[in-house]
């Protein structure tokens, strides 16, 4: 049995993209809201569940730019809720995500979502996700 998952690119707009069967991505700027869906889905799904989310690391460059609560804050409820409900919990970098899945790739599969860049972002990670664990063959790339 394939797993569902979730995949999150965590900021003031955050892209979500779900695999369930078929692939869904959307972006969402209520954070409130994303922690909603995300409880959501988890207590629903039974079976082999992944939460991907890019990792979000503070540094000299973020406290200058921005102080991003709510990538932190939403990559600790993720954390939390992945725990609370038995899912796998699988932190990306950013760059690994973007170098493999470019939006070629996304295109070739049907997924680019035209004028969304935070859920092509989380389809990113989703991507990642799924070839690197053989749930999809290559061969499609």
């Not at 209520?30 to 569940?49: F, Y």
């Not at 890019?54 to 973020?62: G, K, S």
Request: with cysteine; net charge positive.
């Amino acid at each position: 049995m394939q797993p569902r998952m979730i995949a999150i690119d965590p900021g003031k707009t955050t892209g979500v993209a779900v695999w369930s069967g078929d692939v869904h991505a959307d972006q969402d700027e209520d954070w409130l809201r994303c922690c909603h869906r995300l409880e959501a889905w988890l207590a629903a799904w039974s079976g082999p569940t992944v939460v991907v989310i890019e990792r979000f690391i503070i540094n000299v460059n973020t406290v200058g730019n921005s102080q991003a609560p709510w990538s932190l804050e939403l990559i600790g409820v993720a954390r939390y809720l992945a725990h609370k409900y038995g899912a796998d919990y699988v932190l990306q970098t950013p760059a690994d995500a973007k170098n493999f899945m470019k939006d070629e790739r996304l295109k070739k599969l049907g997924w680019h979502r035209k004028g969304k860049v935070h859920a092509n972002d989380a389809l990113r990670h989703l991507g990642l996700y799924v070839f690197s664990h053989k749930l999809m063959s290559t061969d499609v790339l």
